[in-house]
């Protein structure tokens, strides 16, 4: 949803790099526009050691390297192909760079899981963006994902912050997702974004029939497409915001 509306909203052109083997991400951007196959995945742009083979096109401004359940094999591929830990987390940024400047906006998705894939898009990003939904182990989640990255800094001279922890898929009247939220400000203060995504049945749409945002002859986005894309507007501008004061 950040990649689309970057790039359809804000006309930012915008990769999307899933390294997710459950290619969700790749699977959604793919049903928006009718997408019945994807030629070449991220599987092949690092077996070339040329990612520009595996970019697709998905519409103006917005590319995709796709991910497969063939990914799954990446940590035993950088084990055997790299015995320094520091070459073994570097792989994607090494990849990225020649792409770098196509680019205003890369995303990179990674699974909910602290492992090979987590560790080379820390490697190979300037923020991290951490999304949590209001359940406890979640909410347990930020912290050990954040000690994770906090270690990674440390022991591999990378540099990363946390710019902004979002909550989503809340429920607006459940007393148990606000208390959830509520400690989670508590424990991170400004970090957590004041842009909440509500649950809405129009995303869960997305999830199965791809992302759409209709705009109408006047010039006017159709409204519940548009409240849907709303609080991924705003965090964008927020994000942006973000990052003027970390570069300031």
Not at 21 to 42: E, M
Not at 71 to 90: G, P
Not at 94 to 108: A, G, M, Q, V
Request: with cysteine; aromatic share 10%; charged share 30%.
């Amino acid at each position: 949803m950040l990649a689309f509306d970057n790039a359809v909203v804000n006309k930012k052109k915008t990769l999307v790099i899933d390294i997710d083997p459950q290619a969700n991400a790749s699977q959604i951007l793919a049903r928006t526009v009718d997408l019945d196959h994807i030629d070449k995945t991220i599987v092949d742009g690092i077996n070339e050691e040329d990612l520009s083979i595996c970019i697709t096109p998905i519409m103006e401004n917005l590319d995709l390297i796709a991910c497969d359940t063939s990914f799954r094999s990446f940590s035993n591929y950088v084990i055997a192909n790299f015995e320094d830990e520091k070459e073994q987390i570097m792989v994607l940024e090494k990849l990225l760079e020649p792409i770098k400047e196509n680019y205003e906006t890369i995303f990179i998705d990674v699974p909910p899981t602290i492992s090979a894939y987590s560790d080379n898009a820390m490697a190979a990003s300037d923020y991290s963006i951490i999304a949590f939904q209001t359940q406890e182990e979640s909410l347990d989640g930020i912290g050990k994902y954040v000690g994770y990255q906090k270690f990674m800094i440390n022991n591999y001279d990378i540099d990363l912050e946390v710019i902004s922890i979002i909550a989503c898929m809340l429920e607006p009247d459940d007393d148990l997702d606000k208390s959830v939220l509520s400690e989670a400000m508590d424990l991170y203060g400004s970090a957590v974004s004041k842009n909440i995504v509500n649950f809405q049945k129009r995303l869960k749409r997305y999830s199965r029939e791809g992302i759409s945002l209709k705009k109408y002859r006047n010039g006017n986005y159709d409204q519940w497409d548009y409240r849907a894309h709303e609080p991924f507007i705003k965090i964008l501008a927020e994000l942006e915001s973000r990052r003027k004061i970390f570069e300031e």
